[in-house]
């Protein structure tokens, strides 16, 4: 069942996001170590305003575990989100006008999707990125929109019978990705 993320219950959303984004989670906590990571993406997860937020995470379930993750969220509120991760990495002494683009203007964009490897297989991504579609055109929105790294060409055929189509490339945490755009 995929229902909005609890604040109250965020048990393995940020091994989830960490599994999905690998060295992107570096650039958006500010650390490098495994341990320091999930610690951030967890106090990540439960501000009310952030990218990483609760609030733009769905959750799917299975025997009241989360086994699968949709993080999605508007485009055009990318700054207002990042603003809280920008100052937290201030306090280490990192100082960032701004993360590298992702997205672009008026796109329900889909940060992250993330399945526990013992259950995929299972129709379980499949079923969180038809819920992005559904939730993008409950919003009102008109282009879906995500990243595939180069280096994932499987998610890239995988985003692409599900109707994304390439854009352009861009380059977020010295990885080059694919930036591809499915219109609703």
Known sequence: MIKQANKNNIENISTLIYDAIHNVANTLTGENEDKKILETLDYYVNM??????YNNIYTYEIDNKTVGILLAYNSNDVEKLDKPMLEHIKSKDIFLDSFEKECFEDEFYIDTVSVNSNFQGRGIAKELFNFATHKAKEQGFKKLSLLVDFENPK???????????????LKVSGSQFHHMIKIL
């Open 48 to 53: 009310d305003i952030c990218r990483l937020s």
């Open 155 to 169: 998610a890239k055929v995988l985003y692409e019978k599900l109707g994304f189509q390439d854009n352009v490339v």
